[in-house]
């Protein structure tokens, strides 16, 4: 895949005879996502006068869709396979009739302990007291802490819920999603699932859990000390003629700072023979969990017209220390002379699925020093990844923006070299989902930026419904070896990104 950098078009914050040349082939999708507690932990859709009044003022904006969380812990939270889909379904009725799309996220995480988060929905109770007879079900660290927020990937294929696997529950969650909503899927108005895969319904361990007491630009720590990843870490060492080697026990705790640990530090333990094998580990297991159940989703709603999504994690800080000790954490083995995410990209490709990321609003120059932060080039990296493995990639900001700045910088990640005015651009984004709906938004010099800003993701082109059709979704290509996938941590130069956006927000509206 090769790209060249466009030369910029110089557009008019008007319309004009040269904004009306671009074809649409230039024009991305933005979808808003609606707010954490939209439907209650009650099961509840309150406001709902309130809600469509701002539904509609982000259709008059000329927004494409609504992305929305289907929480878990909300639809099957009174027993196993009893699922209440009424208020979601009030919910789609009346983002439908506002004439909004929808991207739902399967949220088999608990709602409350990440970064923005307001709300509170645990998994369903009835997982959870399976949790009190046997806390190794949950995410674990080196001193013990278990993590509620999200089952643990070593019991995956383990029946331990009345009789099911944990995937077996995500599954079946999803047939019966499928079987609800299957007007709303038959109809259009559902255009995209994102499938969670673990805290915050990202593809990644919690290493870095506010719940514990981590601050940033923490390190994190590895959460893989339940007694079914110790059993499957001592299988895979003694496999490998090592059964005298643990887990790691040198890596720190959450605040600490690269340096100060032995295991991230100058001539640290990631570096020996020892290290980089639990690493190896550590992130196939991630990429084995993610596989599985974009698998089963892909054949729950393969033949609908639908994106498989799955959402991966921007952790930025400490990207430009040798270690990147905090993406390790996380599950993504990622260093200088190894890529952690185009192997990601590469299993997600036979899903025909597509990436989705996150931090796209962030430039190096907002960031702390000392946390060696690089959101930019991290952007770029898996972004070019995606691209090399000849997938879809979606994405969306970390934190809520409302200021010219933020706004660019997306514009600029969603085209990196620009509009190209005979035809589609080099590059592009598949859409980005804004986080998120709230009152500050609608207060009017906000609205008004972001009014623009929806103009400049569709490249100054009006809004067009057909521009988020979708081919039916064909079934999951056969399972990729993992030595396979692991040919995809050969690094790649990243494609050559412009300076700045040529559908800059500025100069329209005064701050």
């Given at each position: 895949m090769q790209t060249q950098t466009s030369s910029p078009l110089v557009l008019a914050q008007t319309k004009s005879p040269l904004t009306r040349s671009i074809p649409m082939a230039n024009y991305v999708p933005l979808f808003v996502m609606l707010p954490l507690g939209v439907v209650t932990r009650e099961n509840e859709f309150p406001n709902e006068a309130k809600f469509e009044q701002q539904l509609n003022e982000l259709k008059k904006a000329g927004v494409d869709g609504v992305m929305v969380d289907v929480w878990w812990g909300i639809i099957e939270a009174k027993a196993p396979k009893q699922y209440d889909w009424s208020s979601y379904i009030k919910l789609f009725q009346l983002v439908r009739k506002c004439g909004l799309r929808i991207?739902?996220?399967?949220?088999?995480?608990?709602?409350?302990?990440?970064?923005?988060?307001?709300?509170?929905?645990?998994?369903?109770?009835?997982?959870?007291?399976?949790?009190?007879?046997?806390?190794d079900v949950f995410y674990t660290n080196k001193s013990g802490n278990r993590n509620p927020e999200y089952l643990s990937l070593g019991v995956d294929n383990l029946p331990l819920f009345q009789g099911r696997t944990a995937v077996e529950m995500y599954s079946d969650f999803m047939k019966s999603f499928k079987e609800s909503?299957?007007?709303?899927?038959?109809?259009?108005t559902i255009v995209d699932i994102e499938v969670g895969l673990g805290p915050a319904g990202e593809l990644r361990y919690p290493s870095y859990p506010e719940?514990?007491?981590w601050v940033f630009p923490g390190v994190g720590e590895f959460q893989c000390y339940d007694k079914y990843l110790k059993q499957d870490f001592k299988a895979a060492a003694?496999?490998?003629g090592h059964p005298e080697w643990d887990l790691p026990d040198d890596a720190g705790t959450y605040n600490d700072t690269p340096e100060k640990t032995g295991f991230f530090g100058p001539n640290g333990t990631y570096q020996t023979e020892k290290g980089i094998f639990f690493l190896k580990w550590y992130s196939n297991k991630l990429i084995e969990h993610g596989d599985q159940i974009l698998d089963q989703a892909n054949k729950v709603f393969h033949g609908c017209r639908v994106r498989i999504?799955?959402?991966?994690?921007?952790?930025?800080?400490?990207?430009?220390?040798?270690?990147?000790?905090c993406e390790l954490t996380s599950g993504y083995y990622n260093m200088k002379h190894r890529d952690g995410y185009r192997p990601i990209a590469r299993m997600i490709s036979r899903h025909y699925g597509t990436l989705n990321f996150t931090c796209l609003e962030m430039r190096n120059s907002e960031q702390s020093a000392d946390a060696k932060s690089a959101p930019e080039q991290l952007v770029q990296q898996v972004l070019s990844g995606g691209w090399t493995e000849k997938i879809d990639v979606a994405g969306e900001n970390a934190l809520s923006?409302?200021?010219?700045?933020?706004?660019?910088?997306?514009?600029l990640n969603v085209r990196p070299n620009g509009v190209k005015k005979n035809g589609p651009p080099k590059l592009k984004m598949a859409g980005v989902t804004y986080l998120r709906q709230s009152d500050e938004l609608f207060e009017p010099n906000n609205f008004e930026i972001f009014k623009l800003f929806v103009q400049k993701m569709h490249a100054d082109q009006e809004y067009c419904r057909e521009m988020t059709d979708l081919p039916s979704l064909e079934r999951s290509k056969p399972?990729?070896?993992?030595?396979?996938?692991?040919?995809?941590?050969?690094?790649?130069?990243?494609?050559p990104w412009d300076g700045e956006t040529d559908m800059s927000v500025d100069g329209a509206l005064d701050d």
């Open positions: 991207q739902a996220i399967m949220s088999f995480h608990q709602c409350g302990g990440n970064v923005g988060d307001g709300v509170y929905i645990p998994i369903p109770e009835w997982v959870l007291s399976v949790g009190e007879e046997d806390s909503m299957s007007d709303f899927l038959e109809n259009g719940t514990q007491g003694a496999k490998a999504a799955a959402k991966v994690s921007g952790i930025h800080w400490w990207y430009t220390d040798d270690s990147h000790a923006r409302y200021d010219r700045e933020g706004y660019n910088q997306i514009l399972k990729i070896p993992i030595e396979k996938l692991l040919e995809a941590t050969k690094p790649i130069d990243t494609f």
